[in-house]
């Protein structure tokens, strides 16, 4: 049995309309049963069998099977649906698509519903855009200090938390498009005797001329997911940038009406890091890989079809941030390492499993500071674990410089530190790393390192 990806070019449906300046790609993904026997009597090659075909937005960077449930695990940084599907459509949008927030004394804004009903809650934000930059506004209580404000931008997601209000949580949702986070900022406007003030987020454009239709790009978004989605629906752009501050005048009246209800608590501060002034917050949002996890029934014939795993066609599509995979040829067991806040958290695929047969994952042990320390290191090519011994960070290299191999162990409960190592990888007449495994010798793990000119082995290295 083999698993392979191809690359596909999306087509359009007839007459359908796109402001992307190239095709959509999407990568198949597919299983097939290898043939013993090469050929048959007759001489003709046999045929691959089609186990299952999965289609998504991007190649997976770890995939295995789990003897037990007879299912494979697919991980990536998309969901991975089943062939049929119909994949989400980006188009332009049409006038009808674009509606500005209603002022109280517009008269094309329709007319109240007679009664002491309260009016109706205004948008979470408002948006714009220009052929450079996108403009977005979140109204918040004024009394929001800045500390508590929390914005991460990256190239394909936004984060944004605030502290002690129930305004809009954003956790690495995917953005329709691209922008360039060294060049987008954010302000804080709460200035004047005014309930709520106004967060602005100017976007930087990776692509200038290149127009949104929409702000999220929830249909194909493994990382906004139902949080976006859901909780937070999309809003049509508004077309005159000075209806921007209409939100926060909305926001003052909806307030006003429910003064007599009990608003949002005022929220407890989390306590102060050890990182505090340390963070580079749009350094560290791009370490690791956007990921959520994918199971497909290995419809064999062994008893593990697709009907009689249920829990397979669940919603997977749960976003985290994977720092590092199973170091290849190491094993059967399951694990991955996810970043939360500064460290890196490695979890196993546990033999148990929770009500309706859902896996359930053990936290195992902590990499202490492992994305903080992975930010700083900008030519890393390959990072892999060999669970409960360390994370490997290699390098790339090069013809001019040789890479290193960082060694980054965890910390055992209750200890104050964890031993690390840098080995270096031979010199610059290797050329450049493209590919890393592993073989075991009884209880050693031998590591092998395939470069342009030679392959390294490196042994009692763990």
Not at 15 to 37: C, M, N, W, Y
Not at 236 to 261: C, N, V
Not at 328 to 355: C, M, R
Not at 359 to 375: E, I, R
Request: net charge negative; proline share 9%.
């Amino acid at each position: 049995m083999a698993v392979s990806s191809f690359k596909s070019l999306r087509e359009l449906p007839p007459g359908a309309s796109s402001s992307r300046k190239t095709p959509p790609v999407e990568f198949d993904i597919v299983a097939v049963r290898v043939p013993l026997q090469a050929s048959d009597n007759n001489g003709s090659i046999s045929p691959l069998e089609v186990l299952w075909h999965r289609r998504g937005s991007r190649v997976p960077f770890y995939t295995a099977y789990e003897k037990r449930r007879c299912a494979f695990i697919l991980a990536g940084g998309s969901p991975y649906r089943q062939i049929g599907q119909p994949a989400p459509e980006h188009h332009d949008p049409s006038p009808d698509e674009f509606a500005p927030i209603p002022r109280a004394d517009d008269a094309s804004a329709p007319a109240p519903a007679p009664g002491p009903a309260s009016p109706p809650k205004p948008p979470p934000y408002a948006w714009t855009q220009d052929s450079e930059e996108i403009t977005v506004a979140f109204p918040l209580p004024s009394n929001t200090p800045k500390t508590d404000i929390n914005v991460l931008f990256s190239p394909q997601t936004l984060t944004l938390l605030v502290q002690g209000c129930d305004a809009p949580r954003y956790t690495a949702a995917r953005l329709w498009g691209g922008i360039v986070p060294a060049s987008s900022f954010w302000t804080w406007d709460a200035h004047g005797a005014r309930t709520y003030g106004l967060l602005t987020l100017h976007l930087e454009k990776q692509h200038a001329g290149t127009r949104w239709p929409h702000l999220f790009d929830n249909s194909n978004n493994a990382s906004a997911g139902k949080e976006t989605k859901a909780e937070h629906p999309e809003v049509p752009e508004t077309l005159d940038p000075s209806e921007l501050y209409a939100i926060r005048e909305s926001l003052e009246k909806y307030t006003a009406a429910l003064q007599e209800r009990v608003g949002a608590g005022a929220g407890v501060a989390p306590p102060p890091s050890l990182a505090d002034g340390e963070l580079d917050a749009e350094v560290d949002a791009a370490v690791g890989i956007e990921s959520c996890i994918t199971w497909v029934a290995a419809a064999d014939g062994g008893g593990g079809g697709a009907e009689d795993l249920a829990w397979t066609r669940e919603d997977w599509d749960v976003p985290f941030t994977t720092l590092s995979a199973p170091l290849p040829g190491i094993g059967d067991e399951i694990s991955l390492v996810v970043k939360h806040t500064i460290d890196g958290l490695l979890f196993v695929l546990s033999d148990e499993d929770a009500t309706g047969g859902t896996p359930v994952w053990t936290h195992s042990s902590t990499f202490s500071a492992l994305a903080f320390v992975l930010a700083s290191k900008r030519d890393t090519r390959f990072t892999y674990h060999v669970p409960s011994k360390a994370v490997l960070a290699f390098e790339g290299g090069g013809p001019e410089y040789a890479g290193n191999l960082y060694i980054y162990r965890d910390a055992k409960p209750k200890s104050n530190w964890a031993k690390q190592a840098i080995l270096k990888l031979a010199g610059s007449t290797s050329g450049s790393l493209l590919g890393v495994g592993a073989i075991k010798n009884g209880e050693e793990v031998i590591i092998l390192c395939l470069c342009e000119e030679e392959l390294l082995v490196l042994r009692n290295v763990l």
